[in-house]
């Protein structure tokens, strides 16, 4: 039962990580400048329309007695409403959160499809043709932005050829373009981590003396070598779903997509503190239950994973 135990100690430690990026933001997001009742009641309030707002809003308090008083009403899973909309986080936070969650899962699919396979290839057949298009990719990749690589993909699939939606969520369709945008700079991670992994894998003394006992090189390629090579990838895996959570932001920006990307940026750009909150809290407790899925299948791939230790 050391992995229950584990798994209980992990899920304690994102208290302290909770608390800590929560007030952060919080300082950051009172400091900011402009006065928040001043811009929901607008220009033509007067002064003492935005001191009653202020006071019912509870600005008029010192900021570590507003945090205290937030933080006790999130242990209620009281998150609030929201002060630019009106509506209730958490369930709004809930409607969003699939759609958010399926793109950034087929993304992560896609990379992870691709991407494994890809880079073993290179690391197989090392300074090939392959080797060379598959670094090549990489750096493409990894240097083109989200924004600039889906407004370009919009303007031809989308505009030009007709063969994909522009924007929206009515349909599979709809999904595939958000899901490769947001998945490009994954699958360039996904192919330089397995690649480096499989060829630091295979100078390996141990598979040097599988191919000296006379073992099939598809036996030392599947049996050792993959196994081994793929405790780095499993790992890189979480980090970018992980990743991809924040990265949707831009992604469902661009296609429209009502996630809790496009919710958190229209909540800053509005100053809308509680669903900034929120929505912090939910994304932070998400990547700290992710991280810790990822090590429990890190222990399985590799019984050498000690839970105790």
């Not at 997001?29 to 009742?37: E, R, T």
């Not at 933080?71 to 998150?79: N, Q």
């Not at 691709?114 to 990894?142: C, E, N, R, W």
């Not at 598979?207 to 990838?233: C, D, F, W």
Request: some cysteine.
């Amino acid at each position: 039962m050391n992995w229950l135990k584990y798994a209980l100690k992990r899920l304690l430690m994102l208290i302290p990580v909770i608390i800590a990026v929560t007030f952060v933001l919080f300082v950051i997001l009172s400091f900011a400048p402009g006065d928040v009742a001043r811009i929901i009641l607008g220009d033509d309030a007067t002064q003492e329309q935005v001191a009653a707002l202020r006071h019912e809003m509870g600005l008029d308090q010192p900021l570590l007695v507003r945090y205290v008083n937030y933080m006790i009403d999130v242990l209620h899973f009281d998150f609030g409403t929201s002060w630019i909309s009106g509506y209730d986080i958490l369930p709004e936070f809930a409607r969003r959160l699939p759609y958010t969650l399926l793109v950034t899962t087929l993304s992560v699919l896609f990379a992870v499809g691709v991407g494994i396979p890809l880079g073993i290839a290179s690391a197989i057949k090392q300074h090939s043709l392959l080797d060379y298009g598959s670094t090549f990719l990489v750096m493409l990749l990894a240097s083109m932005p989200a924004f600039w690589l889906g407004t370009l993909c919009q303007i031809l699939f989308c505009l030009t050829l007709r063969w994909l939606p522009v924007s929206g969520v009515g349909s599979w369709q709809h999904y595939i373009l958000p899901s490769i945008i947001l998945g490009a700079s994954t699958l360039a991670t996904m192919i330089r981590m397995s690649r480096t992994s499989m060829l630091d894998v295979i100078k390996m003394d141990y598979i040097r003396t599988a191919r000296a006992k006379g073992a099939s090189e598809q036996k030392i390629l599947y049996h050792h070598a993959m196994r081994n090579s793929l405790i780095p990838v499993v790992t890189q895996i979480g980090i970018s779903f992980a990743g991809g959570i924040g990265g949707a932001v831009v992604t469902e920006n661009i296609f429209a997509i009502p996630g809790i990307g496009a919710m958190l940026i229209n909540a800053v750009k509005g100053r809308d503190v509680p669903v900034v909150m929120g929505t912090i809290i939910f994304v932070t407790i998400i990547v700290g239950v992710i991280n810790l899925i990822v090590d429990l299948i890190c222990a399985v791939v590799d019984p050498r994973i000690d839970f105790a230790a």
